[in-house]
């Protein structure tokens, strides 16, 4: 049996993982990569620790247009990602869930898939700027790039996205498929912050807080609801809850300028609660002032700004306050409303939402407009939360591609 020449366009997770993995099936691996080192961006995840996957994995922590998303997650995923880094000699931590090499150092994922590679003799090229694979007559593909053409019988395009342009991630994979006929769902920054356009967030610059946030729909229906850290900056929110919340934000606000949204600075004090807790307040009056007398409750800058949109005035008496204005405020601290009008950009996510329509894609990661083309990684219109859930993607689709490159796994 002939032994398959496969390039892998793209030498970041999923393309290292693709490699690997068909060179373990036999075929003859190359690897063209437009930057001067492989898995640029792997340094950068995690801040700088790798969550390399997570053990919560579940299908409802992704996006997308991928209908085969169960399946592939079955054919390889926690499990078979911790079994694959243990073979490479790294050692795994578990914190909460989430996945770890034991140094808590992101080089030492890149170290073990870089040694991989060389004992596999997998051919590495830098500098390379693929920007074509055009289809043979009989069979075969030639890839285009700078230096000229290249043969191959299969090509893995994992050539990322746009996110963090710095790591090399610049969106020529999209204007590759494209060319081979393949449909791209719009490509919008995910795992962002989220502007907002209120003027009093650059007087609660900096504020970290647990809260709850959630999106709505113009007409007041619920769209999504996240807690956790909340960070508050000049321009709106970020923070955890806010980056998972990003991707139906930049979905929504393709079909209108705003969205509404709420904050819950009180996410533990219930509804029912909240008169049983201004009548306790009510107590603590004496000769304080309103200012002192909501201190505690919240960050002083967050209450600043709270009572002003109450209408109440900090120095004034808090003698002046009734059990019902008191709840009033109570309940604003409950549903704070800001108004999302934009999300950070391309060079502020930390992945992209969007791209190759998986609806054009075989379970096996192949192509299904020219067979022998295979994608994975974030090339692909699958985008997932925060803690692993995409360098998950990029292990999975990554395998499965690199097998099917390979000759092995038939449909």
């Not at 063209?32 to 492989?38: F, N, Q, S």
């Not at 050539?159 to 204007?175: H, L, M, Q, R, V």
């Not at 991707?247 to 509404?260: C, D, G, N, Q």
């Not at 192949?366 to 803690?387: H, M, P, T, W």
């Amino acid at each position: 049996m002939k032994q398959k020449s496969v390039c892998v366009v793209g030498g970041g997770a999923a393309g290292m993982m693709a490699a690997i993995t068909a060179a373990r099936e036999g075929a003859k691996v190359t690897i063209l990569e437009a930057g001067d080192r492989l898995g640029k961006k792997i340094l950068a995840t995690g801040n700088g620790r790798c969550n390399l996957g997570n053990l919560m994995l579940d299908v409802g922590c992704y996006r997308g247009s991928c209908r085969f998303l169960r399946e592939a997650l079955a054919s390889f995923g926690t499990k078979e990602t911790i079994s694959f880094f243990e073979g490479l000699g790294l050692m795994i931590k578990d914190k909460n869930g989430y996945l770890y090499p034991f140094c808590e150092q992101a080089s030492a994922v890149l170290d073990v898939l870089r040694h991989e590679i060389k004992e596999l003799g997998i051919r590495v090229e830098y500098d390379v700027k693929v920007s074509g694979v055009m289809p043979k007559e009989k069979q075969g593909f030639l890839v285009k790039s700078q230096h000229g053409s290249m043969d191959f019988d299969h090509v893995v395009i994992t050539c990322g996205g746009k996110a963090s342009p710095k790591t090399g991630s610049d969106g020529s994979g999209y204007e590759i498929a494209r060319k081979l006929g393949h449909r791209i769902t719009e490509v919008l920054p995910a795992l962002t912050f989220l502007k907002c356009k209120e003027s009093f967030f650059k007087s609660i610059a900096g504020v970290r807080t647990d809260a709850e946030i959630t999106l709505y729909k113009k007409d007041g229906e619920k769209l999504c609801a996240e807690r956790g850290e909340l960070q508050l900056t000049e321009q709106g929110i970020s923070g955890i809850p806010t980056f998972q919340l990003s991707s139906v934000a930049a979905r929504s606000l393709l079909r209108t300028k705003e969205i509404p949204a709420s904050i819950d600075f009180l996410p533990d004090v219930q509804e029912a609660e909240i008169s049983e807790l201004a009548r306790k307040r009510l107590l603590l009056c004496g000769e304080r002032s309103i200012e002192e007398f909501f201190t505690g409750i919240l960050n002083k800058k967050v209450m600043a700004v709270l009572l002003k949109t109450a209408g109440l005035k900090p120095a004034d008496s808090s003698k002046t306050l009734t059990e019902k204005r008191i709840a009033e405020v109570i309940r604003l601290a409950k549903s704070f409303r800001v108004t999302v009008v934009g999300t950070g950009d391309f060079q502020n996510c930390q992945v992209c939402s969007g791209g190759v329509d998986c609806g054009q894609i075989t379970q096996n990661m192949e192509s299904k407009i020219v067979r022998g083309i295979y994608f994975a990684g974030e090339i692909l219109d699958v985008d997932g939360r925060c803690g692993g859930y995409n360098l998950q993607w990029a292990w999975t689709s990554g395998h499965i591609a690199g097998i099917s490159a390979a000759g092995r796994r038939e449909e």
